[in-house]
């Protein structure tokens, strides 16, 4: 069954650095997201992406955040300058165009950890 | 604004136990529903969906839920409960059109001792 992966499963980072998270998405989807998770909080919509642009973002996806599809199969999202309180888990997730009520299919996670 | 309510943090259950776990949301439009699990060290997987018809969908593994329109419910059923589905349970909601976010609640753990 095709899944959605992502790359690296763990990533440390020093403050001020930046870091991409990568995504392969399923293949024939169309649509593409990226959430994060604070250790002990809900799961949080950054970004959708459809279309090689940006469809929506919440106000956490600010100038710091960027994402991209720099070929046809990977997706990635960039943070700029790491702060400490952008330590989370970052999933993934991906959908078929069409119909409102498609599924997202979610990555395993990468987990960011900001020292 | 949106959202999405989960009343237990964390149920602990014994095996063959049923289960609820309710889920509340706030959203003023056409909704759609799911409930997602994440297994210990596993992605978040999909265990059922509501979008339209039958208030009452089956899922995946036995699971039920329940689409409440007056109550701006959702609640996760099943009658008898496994070890194996010891994992951590997220209600979500998304708006009615393409490509749309998915707001969750901050999801139940839920303990099923054997």
């Known amino acids: 069954e095709p899944e959605v992966t992502q790359t690296p499963s763990h990533q440390v980072t020093q403050m001020g650095q930046e870091v991409i998270l990568r995504c392969v998405p399923i293949?024939?989807?169309?649509?593409f997201y990226w959430y994060r998770q604070i250790l002990g909080q809900k799961v949080e919509f950054l970004v959708s992406f459809y279309n090689n642009e940006i469809s929506e973002k919440s106000e956490i996806f600010d100038d710091q955040f960027s994402v991209e599809r720099p070929d046809g199969s990977n997706f990635t999202l960039k943070i700029r300058s790491t702060k400490l309180e952008d330590s989370a888990m970052y999933f993934c997730?991906?959908?078929?165009?069409?119909?409102?009520?498609?599924?997202?299919?979610f990555g395993p996670g990468t987990r960011l950890t900001v020292l | 604004a949106q959202s999405v309510s989960q009343h237990n943090h964390h149920v602990i259950l014994s095996e063959a136990a049923s289960l609820e776990l309710g889920c509340n949301y706030s959203?003023?439009?056409?909704?759609?529903l799911f409930w997602y699990v994440q297994y210990p060290g596993q992605h978040l997987q999909l265990l059922l969906k509501y979008f339209s018809g039958d208030p009452l969908v089956k899922g995946i593994k036995g699971f039920e839920a329940e689409f409440i329109k007056s109550k701006f419910s959702f609640n996760l059923r099943k009658p008898s409960v496994q070890w194996s589905d010891t994992a951590e349970y997220f209600c979500a909601v998304k708006g009615g059109n393409q490509g749309g976010k998915l707001i969750f609640g901050q999801g139940t753990e839920l303990s099923v001792k054997p």
């Open positions: 293949s024939n989807h169309l649509y």
């Open positions: 997730a991906s959908s078929e165009a069409g119909l409102a009520r498609n599924e997202q299919f």
């Open positions: 959203y003023g439009g056409t909704v759609n």
